[in-house]
């Protein structure tokens, strides 16, 4: 096997002495080597103890000098390992790389074809050292293939300088936090902003971790955390800057082909719910009257605007109110929106019941109503609202509304314990008369649900249960049930 050195390199700490020494001479004479003859350089490659120089199989960890580093110092990721490579003429690249593809090196930021600086006429193919024989020499057919190419079949050891920039975050995450560790570059993205939820053992390397992300992901500017569990009634997260643009959180951001702005701080924008909001969308037809209850910026009223519904969308916080204003004009539906900033009960007690009114008054009525209610850690409680909520009313058991209720479950069967606590609120069953969908897992042992269901009748038009029980809401079946943070004792003893 011919072995040769080409390449940038730097001394490294990871290599014998031998290799310091060879480094350090390689850098020094390079402008000498133009002048030494073929034989020569041969002499020098054939070093006895450059043979013992192994490929390097794994070209995706950095230096080990980056473990526990807590402030990114990207020059410490510099690491030189050894590639075989073949040495091949410029005019015969495309159809070698065409023959040899199964053996060539797959590594994203590493191309596969380098110019020899000391030959123009003349590129480096890097191979892949694990896809090779235990010796790292070609096998028969493929030694034909070169030489009917006229390339010389015999590998080159070829040092290349990995740096930072060759580096995925994954990667580069898993070389700095301690071992055995879970290691998560994962996050959500909102516009500029990467959102991310550390675990306790991430919290020293904060800033390093908000850092990687924003120089790993084209378009990200500014990493946050999240600081604590959504607590304020506002469901919007405290969050700490980790790393980038702290000036501004005001984003802009696409969904379902639609536009939005806020400023992220101070609303609540979760990217994970696009499938969802396109679920309760796909069962909107033009014409259908959407009230949402709990509407954030404006994720469900705008596209259903878009469809040709006339929608009474309302927030109780009064940046959401801004921005969900703000983004029906920008979406251009501000005429088929009515927009309003009132606690969810007033707003149901109030604009939907009088919208209601009149359209169950109506002859002939068409339109579908669906009522939705995305406030999984609350929005149940806001059921009992529909108790007599239409009494003294016309009767019109037609074309009831459709009621779209969210809710977190911690219970073995969640979507079980949806039905059944939404039935508690209502006092009434909705057996066979409701569909649960698990939208989406939210936490280990912790999942989202919306619960679909007509309002029946027997809830909207008819008195309360009397004290005596009869009537009263159904238990709940499953011996499962477990308390949760829904503060699920006091919503079942309202019941
Ligand atoms: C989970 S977010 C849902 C936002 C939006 N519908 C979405 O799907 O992204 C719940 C929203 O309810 C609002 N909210 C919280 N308490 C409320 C209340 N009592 N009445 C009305 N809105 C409320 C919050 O400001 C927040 O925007």
Redesign the pocket.
Known sequence: MKIEHFGTTTSSTSFPASWWFWNQFHLESNQLWGHLSVAQRKHFFTMPEMLDEKFDHDLNVPHPRVRGMTVLDRDAFKRVVVIPALKVDKSSVSKLLTSLKYVLLKRPGIKRVTQDSKDESSVFVFLDSAKLPADCSLGESEQQVLKSFGVDPEIIRYKFELTYDHFKADEILQAVLPEGQEVTSGFSRVGHIAHLNLRDHQLPYKHLIGQVIIDKNHGITCAVNKVSFIEN????FRMEVLAGDETSMLTKVKESHLSYEFDFSK????PR?ETE?RRIISLLKPGDILF?????VG??AIPAAKKKCIVFA????PE?YKWLQHNCKLNKVDKQVQVFN????D?LKGPVKEELVRQLSLKEREAALHI?M???A?AIEFLEVFRQFLEGEPASPELLPTVHCYCFSKHDDPTQDARERVEACLGTSLEGHCSTVLVRNVAPHKEMVCVSFRLPASVLYKPLPCPTGAGSPPEPTSKRRRLNEDSQEEVNQKA
Do not use: T
């Open positions: 009634a506002y469901r919007n609303v609540y924008w979760n719910l909001h949402d209850v709990f509407a954030g994720p469900f309302n927030d109780l916080n959401s009132m606690d969810g009960r707003f939705v995305n406030l999984p609350m």
